[in-house]
């Protein structure tokens, strides 16, 4: 299945590159790398300084897809439980 902007939510996001647009705590933002773990409420990225916790609620995250496509995705779309989430958006 194809990953659009739309249905991000129903998708797994590990393995996916990333950069943070926004972020309440600002030493985050223009920080990159790839996601390597999913909670509740954090992304963890592995970034070339090493792994990084970001809150999912108050950060905006730009997402390079598989197929090279870039999306801009909001991080209070996806709080919860990543295995909750994917089912409750099916």
């Known amino acids: 299945m194809k990953i659009s902007e739309k249905d991000i939510a ?6 996916l590159k990333v950069k943070i647009l926004t972020s309440s705590c600002r030493s985050l933002i223009g ?7 999913e909670s509740k409420k954090m ?8 792994p990084k916790k970001i809150p999912k ?7 390079t897809l598989p ?8 991080g209070r779309r996806i709080v919860g439980r990543p295995e909750d ?5 099916r």
């Open 57 to 63: 609620e108050t950060s905006v995250f730009f997402l």
């Open 10 to 15: 129903k998708h797994e996001l590990i393995g």
């Open 67 to 74: 197929d090279g496509k870039e999306i801009k995705l909001e």
């Open 43 to 50: 992304i963890v990225l592995e970034t070339k300084n090493g």
């Open 85 to 89: 989430r994917i089912k409750k958006a």
């Open 31 to 37: 920080l990159e790398g790839k996601i390597i773990d």
